[in-house]
């Protein structure tokens, strides 16, 4: 990695305080430090309950940091709030698990990706609607797609209208938390494409939370594996996913779905023998 990250983690911790007397703050992360470059796409893997979103929602200012710092293109945005936070948006950007959640079910779509455009004073509407008329293009929707409501369009499209959403002001980097979990095998394919042509042609950074191995080994260049807030194993995609070195890595590798049934079935049985040597 080259010159400054786009996006870097220094010591991040999150603890939240916890309900009862004198009990101690329950640590969710802890002394977590990563970088992600620029145009490169760094996944962050872990089962549910590991910290993965937590630190997500840290990098967005969605949930306090205790300790530790947050930067994006060299500056500290760990306790950014109100207007200063807000003048990140151009920057950092997200991708939220639920397409169905995701969207406000009572906007037309073009009113939509229009919110994050006409907070840049220097657009026309002319330019606006041009501008959708292009993020649409890019995503793979028709131009009257721009009319119609987030309920018209099928689960994979609506997703297609968050990306288009999340890259309308070409940002440096997008936190995309679990995009392609609520999509099924094919319509999961198409999104990771749809997100790697946009990277090709944008050079925006990823930050890529998600549970599954199996989906990042050619997606991503870089692997963090996380267990209860710290990271265990990290490196190349490749290297983390066909000759994981930590247990909790062995584990999770060996739990992923894969179409060969033979290849399944000795993947079960390692899973069992790592369970029962754990």
Do not use: W
């Amino acid at each position: 990695m080259t010159g400054t990250p786009v996006l870097q983690l220094d010591g991040l911790a999150v603890r939240y305080p916890s309900r009862g007397f004198r009990k101690p703050p329950t640590t969710v992360i802890e002394d977590v430090s990563f970088e992600v470059g620029r145009a490169e796409t760094v996944a962050l893997v872990g089962e549910s309950g590991s910290g993965k979103t937590t630190i997500g929602r840290a990098v967005l200012g969605l949930t306090p940091v205790s300790g530790g710092r947050v930067l994006l293109d060299g500056r500290d945005i760990t306790r950014l709030t109100g207007r200063a936070r807000r003048a990140l948006a151009p920057d950092l950007q997200a991708i939220f698990q639920n397409p169905y959640g995701s969207l406000n079910p009572a906007l037309p779509v073009g009113r939509t990706l229009a919110e994050p455009l006409l907070a840049d004073s220097t657009r026309s509407p002319r330019e606006v609607r041009a501008h959708i008329t292009d993020l649409l293009r890019r995503v793979g929707l028709p131009e009257d797609a721009a009319d119609r409501y987030p309920a018209q369009f099928s689960g994979g499209q609506r997703q297609r209208i968050a990306i288009a959403r999340a890259v309308a002001r070409q940002p440096k980097i997008i936190i995309c938390d679990e995009p392609t979990s609520a999509l099924d095998v094919t319509t999961q394919a198409a999104a990771l494409d749809l997100l790697a042509e946009l990277q090709q042609s944008l050079g925006c950074a990823y930050l890529f939370i998600t549970h599954d191995l199996a989906v990042v080994k050619e997606f991503a260049a870089r692997t963090l594996v996380l267990q209860h807030g710290h990271i265990v194993e990290e490196g190349r995609s490749t290297d983390v996913c066909d000759q994981p070195q930590h247990e909790y890595t062995q584990r999770l590798v060996a739990a992923a779905p894969v179409p060969d049934p033979v290849l399944q079935r000795t993947r079960r049985q390692k899973r069992l023998e790592l369970h029962a040597t754990s």
